[in-house]
Structures are given as structure tokens and as C-alpha cells.
């Protein structure tokens, strides 16, 4: 125990006091409980980034499914301030259904001749999350005030 509480950076007097315990009163805690500097948050123009260079970093099996989950889980710890107003952008830009959730969009856009049958192809699922990447730069650029080009359709 006593190896891995030092690869922690951790003091067996941490153990001891929460073992021990001494009530509910963390006014009293040990220095040892002290952490080390916490690395700053990141933004989200740098998870950004991070994401779209090296997705399988973050995911695994890139699909399709696999990074809309993930950028939804993003998008929800952080209160919904990466993704707000995605949607409403898809329908007015792209006449995608605007009662439909953004991932869906994203399908509707990629896929205008219709959803591919499951499973998908590994083609399938490289084609709509490279053209959800392009259509999120989109979004970002048009969030950003610049005029960009629009990514082509299909």
C-alpha cells in the first residue's frame, strides 16, 4: 500500500485521517490531502482541436455513433455551450429537419438519398464523421462571425 500511495503522491497520514476519521469538519484536513497544481481547464477551441486531429485518441473504433455519444457527453458537461444553437444552424443552412437532433441532421445532410442500412460500412462511418467535422468547422466559423464557404452537400 504504502508503493502505491507514493505513485499517488499521497501521505499515509491521508489514509490514516480518513480512515480514522475525525467527523465531518474538513476545516481540520491534513495537508497531505493537499493536492498538487491542477492542470487548467482546457478550452473548448482546444478540445476541439484535440478532437478532430486525433478522435480514436478520445473514442476508440471511430463510428459514426461512437463520436456524436462523445461529443454529446462533451457538449453536456459542459452545459450545452459547445453545440447550442447547432441545430437551428443545420435546419436553416441546410434544410435538415429542424424537429430532428443534431446527430440526426448531421445524417440527413451526409445521406440525402436516405440513412444507410445497418451495419454501416467502415466507408459509411468515415464519410458522415468527416462530414460532420466539416460542418462543425462550419458552425464554429459561423459562430465566429466569419464568412466562411459552406462544406458541399453530399
Known sequence: MTVLLTALGVSPDAVLYSTVGMGTDLSQVPAAWGRRRVRPAESHQRFWENF????????????YEGVTAYLDGYDHACGGVLLKG???W?????????????SAQVVQVVFPEGRPAHPWSEDEHRQ???????????????????????????
Open 90 to 102: 443545420l435546419a436553416d443552412t441546410y434544410q435538415a429537419g429542424e424537429n430532428l437532433i443534431w
Open 52 to 63: 478532430s486531429k486525433r478522435t480514436g485518441m478520445f473514442v476508440g473504433r471511430v463510428t
Open 86 to 88: 447547432l441545430e437551428q
Open 128 to 154: 458522415a464523421v468527416d462530414r460532420l467535422f466539416a460542418l462543425l468547422e462550419g458552425y464554429f466559423e459561423h459562430l465566429a462571425g466569419r464568412h466562411c464557404t459552406m462544406p458541399e452537400t453530399g
